[in-house]
């Protein structure tokens, strides 16, 4: 679950990234964040990470108090969340397979026992063919793909991913939305950053809207749906496919 | 990839800054050896001289028993005395012919009536030499006084200096190779920033990140000292016959190779040390 009350960050250039917003992300939820640049999507993000603290408001990740969070405990929290970053940030001189891994050895755990889920995510997100190459010899949905992985390989309950369309093709955004969306379908909580509307559209999930720092439009009424309701737009997807 | 690998990889990676890293510490640590060498040496070659009979006082022919005797309690009520040994005249002429028993002609010419009778004595402080030669120099009985005080504090005033040299050199020396080796693990540290602040935001502790710089920090240490140490041990051990004739009689010589090995455990320990608060310091001022 996550959870923002009055969440507000203020830059030191006095620029409000955010001001007063509040959410809640049901576990096993499918979350639209939609808006265009430098509305506040990032740093919503960032803050759930700790990678930044709000100036003001509380932020509960699951039974973290993200900002009453001790330093030494960041680590941790990072674990838990899957995040796929805009920029995909992959280590450009390690192979598909080690980028992967690498979240497992931050971890601790021996490359023996690392090697058997990274080839599962691996082939959970159609990599497996790629393990040994290195990020430039893949396509951008490719990286996109391994970023994903990346993510994944530790089974977050979370799963944050910034524009993973950002730089596609309409083809392969959808390819990527779909893995998401299986992803989700699994029980990881997924919150996706975007400003494709088709994608948005298209999948009929919760969309939050935000401008200028601040909540505009937050279609709710999915998360409190019947099973029922949900069955059926399942249903509508799959003919959509 | 386990922290050593990665360590080694860091080294393996950039070769010439592992090689300056490795000889400011090489440098250190020889310095540390070679004085210590030195000042161990020198603080041996005092103690010979303490231990040795530091006040010889010769008695004239005309000195009976009676009076040497009350001499030496009366030197011994003072409590500055560590040690009164007599020497009588046939002592003497043993110690003659010991010295000169090459040499017939110096023998026949000498009896143990033109040798003196004497008392060595040491005192338990080098301070009291100065009094008790003096108040032996007063007494009719005595002829003549020697002692060796101007070896001593000769040695003591070299020592010292040695000693204030040698720290001060190895303070230097040290101060030197830590900010040499932050500057290099600086560097790496820099030219993986990026990879660093992915790392940290994919959950790695700071833990983590650290121990391969620490780990590198700590081999070029414990190298340079490895090699330091050799290269001073070797020195020491190749003049060793040299030295051995030149302090003729005085047991400093040769050094146990337990004590060589003491020494090289120290020295891999401080280099560690040195190693570990080096890259520490790296680490806090480039891993914000």
């Not at chain 2, 040499?180 to 660093?196: F, L, R, Y």
Request: glycine share 6%; proline share 3%.
């Amino acid at each position: 679950m996550i959870k923002l009350d009055k969440v507000s960050k203020k830059f030191g250039t006095g620029a409000f990234g955010l001001s007063d917003v509040s959410l809640v992300v049901e576990k096993g939820e499918f979350v639209f964040l939609v808006g265009s640049t430098g509305a506040g999507k990032t740093t919503i993000f960032r803050i759930l990470i700790r990678d930044v603290l709000p100036t003001g408001g509380n932020v509960v990740v699951n039974d973290w108090d993200i900002v009453n969070l001790p330093k030494n405990k960041v680590a941790a929290l990072r674990k838990k969340i899957g995040f796929v970053f805009q920029d995909l940030k992959l280590l450009l001189d390690r192979t598909i397979f080690e980028n992967v891994a690498l979240p497992l050895e931050v971890a601790g755990l021996k490359a023996a026992e690392a090697a058997k889920t990274v080839e599962e995510v691996l082939a959970q997100v159609g990599l497996l063919e790629h393990k040994d190459k290195f990020p430039i010899q893949l396509s951008g949905g490719e990286l996109q793909r391994a970023a994903i992985a990346r993510a994944l390989v530790l089974s977050p309950e979370i799963l944050l991913a910034d524009e993973p369309t950002g730089n596609l093709d309409a083809a392969t955004s959808w390819e990527i939305v779909k893995l998401l969306s299986d992803i989700n379908k699994k029980g990881t909580t997924v919150v996706m950053a975007t400003h494709n509307t088709d994608i948005v559209k298209s999948l009929g999930k919760r969309v939050i809207h935000i401008e200028k720092g601040k909540i505009v439009d937050d279609e709710n009424h999915h998360a409190h749906k019947s099973s029922e309701e949900k069955e059926e737009e399942k249903k509508e997807e799959k003919k959509k496919e | 990839m386990s922290f050593t690998k990665t360590a080694w990889k860091n080294i393996r990676r950039s070769p010439y800054q592992a090689l300056a890293a490795i000889s400011i510490m090489t440098l250190t640590f020889l310095a540390i050896s070679f004085f210590t060498f030195l000042l161990v040496g020198s603080s041996k070659v005092i103690n010979y001289f303490e231990s040795k009979p530091q006040v010889t006082a010769f008695f004239k022919n005309e000195a009976k028993p009676v009076d040497i005797t009350a001499l030496k309690s009366q030197l011994q009520s003072t409590g500055k005395v560590a040690s009164i040994k007599f020497v009588s005249k046939d002592d003497a002429l043993k110690i003659y012919r010991e010295q000169n028993k090459d040499d017939p002609l110096l023998l026949d010419l000498v009896t143990a009536d033109v040798l003196p009778s004497s008392f060595e004595i040491s005192t338990i402080k080098i301070e009291d030499l100065n009094g008790i030669s003096n108040a032996l120099t007063k007494s009719s009985l005595v002829s003549e006084v020697v002692y060796q005080k101007d070896v001593v504090s000769t040695l003591s005033a070299w020592t010292g200096a040695i000693r204030k040299i040698g720290i001060t050199l190895i303070v230097l020396l040290s101060l030197v190779s830590i900010f040499i080796m932050v500057t290099i693990i600086g560097i790496k540290i820099s030219q993986k920033k990026e990879d660093i602040e992915i790392m940290k935001l994919i959950g790695a502790t700071n833990w983590y990140i650290r121990w391969p710089f620490m780990f590198e920090g700590i081999v070029y240490g414990i190298v340079g000292s490895i090699i330091g140490w050799a290269i001073a041990t070797g020195g020491l051990l190749y003049a060793t016959p040299f030295l051995e004739s030149f302090l003729k009689g005085i047991p400093v010589l040769p050094v146990s190779y337990l004590q060589l090995l003491m020494l090289l455990g120290l020295e891999a320990l401080l280099a560690a040390f040195l190693g570990i608060v080096s890259s520490y310091l790296a680490v806090l001022r480039y891993l914000k």
